[in-house]
């Protein structure tokens, strides 16, 4: 079966400007969740999505928003973009949010800010 | 929040040797812990995972222990190949479907 498809792979952004990911899982899973990779901070937890609705939060700034569809797919949102935002964006989706089984990972959304 | 720790940074082993990596977490009711893979260019891979209702978990080259009173669980890998060389990042969760990462550690086999 098909995985978690991200797009795009990669992205070139200017300070100051917006950008959407986007993300859909795995057919049948309905949770999605979304982290921000870097070499210094690792793996860091940006929020999850189940059923339409945001049910965890990290500790990112309000810059960074989701949103999930009624098909499950998933978009982030970043404005204000800064030269700390570059990163791999990872979507992670999993079957179901009461018993966790852990992600199936996408391959990343590579964004550089310039 | 939880946090995970991760040694060492960077392993280095000989093609058929074993490979150890050592996860610390801090929060108690933390009850899963999976360990994943990350090949350059992908995204991790989930490769094993254990409960906090068991001690041991084995899949063919790879093992994964859990020591819950002393808050450590340990990633195996035995008779390494050239394949197994990447960053394996191990994680911890309350099952509330949100993953504590550890900063990974490169593993090199070396042929």
């Known amino acids: 079966k098909a995985g978690v498809t991200q797009t795009p792979r990669y992205l070139i952004k200017t300070r100051g400007q917006q950008v959407t990911l986007s993300c859909s899982p795995i057919s049948g899973h309905r949770s999605v969740s979304w982290y921000q990779q870097t070499p210094g901070q690792g793996l860091q937890f940006l929020f999850e999505?189940?059923?339409?609705?945001?049910?965890n939060k990290g500790n990112f700034p309000g810059r960074f928003s989701g949103r999930q569809f009624s098909n499950s797919r998933s978009e982030m949102n970043v404005s204000t973009l800064e030269l700390g935002d570059s990163a791999l964006y990872l979507c992670a989706s999993s079957f179901d949010s009461l018993s966790f089984y852990g992600y199936t990972f996408g391959s990343g959304t590579r964004l550089t800010v310039v | 929040g939880e946090n995970v720790e991760q040694h060492p940074s960077t392993l280095s082993v000989q093609e058929g040797d074993s490979a150890v990596i050592k996860c610390t977490y801090s929060d108690s009711a933390s009850n899963y812990f999976p360990w994943y893979k990350q090949e350059l260019g992908k995204g991790p891979q989930l490769i094993i995972d254990?409960?906090?209702?068991?001690g041991e978990k084995k899949d063919q080259r790879i093992a994964v222990t859990l020591n819950k009173t002393a808050k450590h669980f340990s990633l195996h890998i035995t008779e390494t190949q050239p394949e197994d060389s990447a960053v394996y990042f191990c994680?911890?969760?309350?099952?509330?479907?949100?993953?504590?990462f550890g900063k990974g550690n490169q593993v090199v086999v070396i042929p």
């Open positions: 999505y189940f059923s339409e609705t945001q049910r």
């Open positions: 994680a911890a969760s309350k099952g509330n479907n949100r993953l504590a």
């Open positions: 254990i409960r906090s209702n068991v």
